[in-house]
């Protein structure tokens, strides 16, 4: 913790001995909620985020600690390696560019501390550092996840589409907030968060 009282957020990639706390991050009520059906097993949890781990999937997933303490996980992915994904999202943005991100916070303690916006308004630099052609992120989120959104709007981003969305690896069509925000905004206006809140 930082002399001002603020916690101190680290970044690290994902390693396979991440995998059995991950997976039990996954199947923790709070997350499995909104995150989508958590894998049967360490062996499930294995053979779907493994690849992330050994180069077989361009998504990159890291693990963040705050204070140290190992405290959930965060993945980003480039839109245009998604085509299938990009095409959903055609119906609020053209996501040509772009970068997409998703993350849990998998201590249940430490959730509604202000931990998802100061951790997300840190991934951002770190992204948009790490990939100069990047203009914008963009997210969607379950309306009815209103730590999350709340936690992205904390963070910078705005709202900018309300509606049904195709999700193509579920093959579902769902309400679904899209939330952006534009590298300008960042650079220009870096802020951590002022209230707690996620």
Not at 89 to 101: E, K, N, W, Y
Not at 114 to 142: K, N, W, Y
Request: aromatic share 8%; hydrophobic share 40%; glycine share 8%.
């Amino acid at each position: 913790m930082t002399a001002d009282g603020t916690p101190v957020i680290d970044f690290r990639a994902l390693e396979r001995e991440d995998l059995p706390q991950l997976g039990r991050w996954l199947t923790a009520p709070h997350v499995a909620a909104w995150w989508g059906t958590p894998p049967a097993d360490d062996a499930a949890t294995a053979a779907k985020y493994g690849p992330l781990i050994d180069g077989g999937d361009p998504t990159e997933m890291f693990v963040f600690s705050v204070d140290e303490r190992p405290a959930g996980v965060v993945q980003r992915y480039l839109i245009d390696d998604e085509p299938e994904w990009r095409a959903a999202l055609a119906v609020a943005v053209d996501a040509s560019g772009m970068v997409g991100i998703d993350y849990l916070i998998g201590e249940p303690d430490l959730v509604g501390q202000g931990i998802g916006p100061a951790m997300i308004s840190a991934f951002l630099a770190s992204t948009f550092e790490q990939h100069p052609g990047c203009r914008a992120v963009v997210v969607d989120v379950d309306p009815e996840n209103r730590a999350s959104w709340r936690a992205l709007e904390k963070a910078g981003f705005h709202q900018i589409y309300d509606g049904d969305l195709f999700d193509p690896e579920e093959a579902v069509t769902e309400r679904t907030l899209v939330l952006r925000v534009d590298r300008d905004a960042v650079v220009r206006s870096p802020r951590p968060p002022s209230d707690a809140e996620v």
